[in-house]
């Protein structure tokens, strides 16, 4: 044989190979599996006739759009976490703050009044006797020997000394 019935014969077997790849790339393709909407029946058939990595490379692509999607997600949940805890941190600190300085206030205004430098906000004076006075300018009558009150009527129907 000759160079160029070789080269004929090589020829004629890649033809051969290419028409047989053909005819197995059209059966795959007709018995794989199409779902509808999704092309993983193509995929399987790409693979199988060796050109896999287009199906794959989309399959890479939905795969890192999915991961990118949900650190997204968890970052922003994370961040507002982090932001309602800084605020209770705050208001709870706040408070604290406030309840010390009301508690630090009320012992300077207790100490300027037993000193006597100050009259009390709270209608509270303390020395001798503790008397307290409400907005309303109640006052407690004073109660005589029987435990009755001025202006008080007894159970006999009497009423105390010196009241009308």
Known sequence: M?????????????????????EL?????VEAPVVEGHPRGQADADVAVGQGHHAFGRDVVVVIILVVVVVVVVLVVVVILFVVVVILVV???LLF?????????VGL?????????????????????????????????SVD????????VRLDGSRREGDA
């Open 25 to 29: 790339e059209a059966r795959v393709r």
């Open 109 to 141: 205004l207790l100490r300027r009044c037993v000193l006597g430098l100050a009259r009390p906000v709270f209608g509270l004076r303390l020395g001798f006797r503790l008397r307290f006075r409400f907005r309303f300018r109640f006052r407690v009558a």
């Open 97 to 105: 703050v406030r309840v010390i300085a009301g508690l630090i206030g």
């Open 2 to 22: 000759g160079e160029g019935a070789e080269h004929d014969a090589h020829v004629a077997d890649l033809m051969a190979d290419h028409a047989a790849g053909l």
């Open 145 to 152: 020997g029987d435990g009755l009150i001025a202006g008080a």
């Open 91 to 93: 208001v709870v600190v």
